[in-house]
């Protein structure tokens, strides 16, 4: 309370130009500390929330649009020629015609499980594709969001020889 008080004392002694002149720089600085500090950042989390959700609109049409792709591809159910080989081999050359790059293979008995960090939707589509057409099933797939629109991750896909 004592600085306060020095405060208004040192304001009382100043001409009235000067209390004139330090009232208006204290609206200014405190309208800047207003808009520094409070409106500037609310307004550029806004553009980023915007940004944010237009890329996820643009990534749920483009989803939209191609699962009819995806139901194709279950309804095909394998009914292809049967592939003669290993069934990593099989994988192996469809990953590298869809231009896919597998992370991880695990063979699990008759079945393998197989990890991909990033991928094109489109290209795993047409891969899974190409599998069932050889004859390979899925047995059970966990499939993500990627890191950028269009890009998917397989957290674990699970087939199987027919």
Same mark, same amino acid.
């Given at each position: ?46 553009? =980023?929330?915007?940004?944010? &959700? $237009?890329?996820?609109?643009? @990534?749920?049409?483009?989803?939209? /649009? ?53 991928? =094109?939707?489109?290209?795993? &589509? $047409?891969?899974?594709?190409? @599998?069932?057409?050889?004859?390979? /099933? ?25």
């Amino acid at each position: 309370m004592k600085q306060i008080e020095e405060l208004k004392q040192r304001f009382a002694q100043l001409t009235d130009r000067e209390q004139k002149l330090v009232l208006l720089s204290s609206v200014v600085i405190v309208i800047g500390a207003i808009y520094f500090l409070i409106y500037a950042p609310m307004q550029a989390s806004i553009e =980023r929330n915007r940004a944010s &959700l $237009n890329s996820q609109k643009e @990534l749920l049409t483009w989803v939209t /649009q191609n699962a009819n792709r995806a139901v194709q591809l279950k309804q095909s159910g394998g009914q292809g020629d049967q592939f003669s080989g290993s069934l990593p081999q099989a994988v192996n050359q469809t990953a590298n015609s869809s231009d896919i790059t597998i992370s991880r293979m695990q063979p699990q008995g008759d079945d393998i499980q197989i990890w991909v960090d990033n991928a =094109r939707f489109d290209n795993v &589509l $047409n891969w899974l594709q190409s @599998l069932e057409k050889m004859g390979v /099933q899925i047995i059970e797939a966990d499939i993500a969001e990627g890191d950028s629109p269009g890009i998917v991750k397989i957290r674990r896909l699970r087939l199987s020889k027919l």
